[in-house]
């Protein structure tokens, strides 16, 4: 099993339906491939972890990469993990954004703490696992389905 976490920059704000448009499409796709994970939207910033096979992997990340829907593709880590984080979740999309955020305290302090991570030069794998690793639990807290 292996991960693969990048973050990218949109080349536009795309509006919530076209996001939640694209994270249906890549839903479909990924679960064909084998693939689980999370895709969170902040502004232009784009923040995904994807797990499965290497190959499945290897191959998507050669699309993302070419993805003219996005620039600045900068993986923070890619390796072997021992067993999937985002099982249950096959490929979702969480809308962090200003504009859609959701009403939480803990939501906004998740999106502080994200802010300042892509503030970084580089955001440390840990610091980012951490922050998307407590999105499953936050959410089921307040009964929110991603």
Same mark, same amino acid.
């Given at each position: 099993?292996?991960?693969?976490?990048?973050?990218?920059?949109?080349?536009?704000?795309?509006?919530?339906?076209?996001?939640?448009?694209?994270?249906?499409?890549?839903?479909?796709?990924?679960?064909?491939?084998?693939?689980?994970?999370?895709?969170?939207?902040?502004?232009?910033?784009?923040?995904?972890?994807?797990?499965?096979?290497?190959?499945?992997?290897?191959?998507?990340?050669?699309?993302?990469?070419? @993805?003219?829907?996005?620039? @600045?593709?900068?993986?923070?880590?890619?390796?072997?993990?021992?067993?999937?984080?985002?099982?249950?979740?096959?490929?979702?999309?969480?809308?962090? @954004?200003?504009?859609?955020?959701?009403?939480?305290?803990?939501?906004?302090?998740?999106?502080?703490?994200? @802010?300042?991570?892509?503030?970084?030069?580089?955001?440390?794998?840990?610091?980012?696992?951490?922050?998307?690793?407590?999105?499953?639990?936050?959410?089921?807290?307040?009964?929110?389905?991603?």
């Amino acid at each position: 099993m292996e991960a693969l976490i990048y973050i990218s920059r949109a080349q536009r704000l795309f509006t919530r339906e076209e996001l939640e448009e694209m994270g249906e499409g890549f839903s479909a796709r990924n679960q064909k491939r084998g693939l689980t994970g999370v895709l969170i939207t902040m502004g232009d910033h784009f923040l995904q972890v994807l797990e499965g096979e290497r190959a499945a992997i290897n191959e998507l990340a050669l699309k993302l990469a070419a @993805d003219r829907r996005h620039f @600045d593709f900068k993986e923070l880590f890619r390796g072997e993990i021992p067993d999937r984080n985002f099982a249950d979740w096959g490929m979702q999309v969480i809308l962090l @954004d200003r504009r859609f955020l959701l009403p939480l305290p803990e939501v906004a302090q998740l999106r502080r703490e994200l @802010d300042q991570e892509l503030q970084m030069a580089r955001p440390t794998r840990e610091a980012i696992v951490a922050l998307i690793l407590g999105l499953p639990t936050l959410l089921k807290q307040h009964e929110l389905k991603p």
